[in-house]
């Protein structure tokens, strides 16, 4: 999948240290998990793809606009490649290709908009 996803004109590859896991919130289910630390994702014609242990599968709806808002988001292209640290933070790292633009690899241990596309990722 991963050879398949770099091929894509647009591919994201996410991870997150969140440092201890978050506990879980309040009337959570037994079946409940933290938001998985890492995920792989293309953009086709029919929207954003995430990679599964079953294949590809739709992105959330809600998250793929996300990521669609902070790619456009011109701000987003002109934040540093590197976050400096805010206090438990952690890091959100990614490798982001889309056409026209430079593959983009950044280091995010604070909120930015690299942050927010890594959670937004993770969620889809």
């Known amino acids: 999948m991963?050879?398949?996803?770099?091929?894509?004109?647009?591919h994201l590859i996410v991870k997150r240290f969140v440092g201890m896991a978050?506990?879980?919130?309040?009337?959570?289910?037994?079946?409940?998990?933290?938001?998985?630390?890492?995920?792989l994702l293309v953009r086709r014609a029919e929207g954003w793809m995430v990679a599964t242990a079953a294949g590809w599968r739709r992105?959330?709806?809600?998250?793929?606009?996300e990521l669609e808002r902070i790619i456009a988001d011109p701000g987003?292209?002109?934040?540093?490649?590197y976050t400096p640290p805010c206090p438990d933070f952690g890091a959100s790292l990614l490798l982001l290709k889309v056409p026209g633009r430079?593959?983009?690899?950044?280091?995010?241990m604070c909120m930015s908009s690299t942050s927010r596309m890594v959670e937004a990722a993770l969620r889809a």
Do not use: C
């Not at 978050?22 to 995920?39: F, L, M, S």
């Open 2 to 10: 991963l050879a398949e996803a770099r091929a894509a004109p647009t």
């Open 22 to 39: 978050p506990p879980p919130p309040p009337g959570a289910g037994a079946d409940w998990g933290p938001t998985p630390a890492a995920a």
């Open 76 to 81: 987003f292209w002109s934040e540093p490649a």
């Open 102 to 108: 430079s593959e983009t690899v950044r280091n995010s």
């Open 59 to 65: 992105a959330d709806q809600e998250a793929a606009t």
